[in-house]
T-cell receptor
Framework: SQQGEEDPQALSIQEGENATMNCSYK?????LQWYRQNSGRGLVHLIL?????REKHSGRLRVTLDTSKKSSSLLITASRAADTASYFC????????????FGKGMKLTVNP | DADVTQTPRNRITKTGKRIMLECSQT?????MYWYRQDPGLGLRLIYY???????NKGEISDGYSVSRQAQAKFSLSLESAIPNQTALYFC?????????????FGDGTRLSIL
């Protein structure tokens, strides 16, 4: 069964707007990670938040983690056309030999 | 990530053929992984290796085998390919000497089985 589920599955916004993506998961985690995938390319790591952290920033990215609700959100501020990609959340499960379980991904389109 | 190189990038082959996908890394990471990506299903783990002497099955290992020839090389084989193994395959690495580290992906191999 899928551990992480991104929501929404697709999002289309205008350049300059903020984009928020949500991820829910089912079991206890060591950390939660967000990745980006451009069409035809491999996944690129964006940001990692540990289970004892609540918020983390990296440039235009802001990630929050609520372990009580088993959910995370990724906010991209002031979006650019180059942010158009698929985004995946991945969870490293507790006691899971440091494997990652990926969600199905969500497609973000930023229109110029 | 140019530090994780997958070959070939694209492959078309016929049902029943044996296929090997190769992955090499220059990152010095101890762990290597093979994933499969299908539309709408995200990434699913096929096999992973903690070091040269350690191989572990992932979520969907049936029909696949792997070999960790060296710390830097991890190959995936399909002994007798079938059409439902048509997918995008990714190799990834991670450094587990410190906790909470991300994985680093190659650019993938697009495999089509006719």
């Amino acid at each position: 069964s899928q551990q992480g589920e991104e929501d929404p599955q697709a999002l289309s916004i205008q350049e300059g707007e903020n984009a928020t993506m949500n991820c829910s998961y089912k079991t206890s985690i060591n950390n939660l990670q967000w990745y980006r995938q451009n069409s035809g390319r491999g996944l690129v790591h964006l940001i990692l938040i540990r289970s004892n952290e609540r918020e983390k920033h990296s440039g235009r990215l802001r990630v929050t983690l609520d372990t009580s609700k088993k959910s995370s959100s990724l906010l991209i501020t002031a979006s650019r056309a180059a942010d158009t990609a698929s985004y995946f959340c991945a969870t490293e499960l507790q006691g899971g030999s440091e494997k990652l379980v990926f969600g199905k991904g969500m497609k973000l389109t930023v229109n110029p | 990530d140019a530090d994780v190189t997958q070959t070939p990038r694209n492959r078309i082959t016929k049902t029943g053929k044996r296929i090997m996908l190769e992955c090499s890394q220059t990152k010095g990471h101890d762990r290597m992984y093979w994933y499969r990506q299908d539309p709408g299903l995200g990434l699913r783990l096929i096999y992973y290796s903690f070091d040269v002497k350690d191989i572990n099955k992932g979520e969907i290992s049936d029909g696949y085998s792997v070999s960790r020839q060296a710390q830097a090389k991890f190959s995936l084989s399909l002994e007798s390919a079938i059409p439902n193994q048509t997918a995008l395959y990714f190799c990834a690495t991670s450094d587990t000497r410190t906790p909470n580290q991300p994985q680093h992906f190659g650019d993938g191999t697009r495999l089509s089985i006719l």
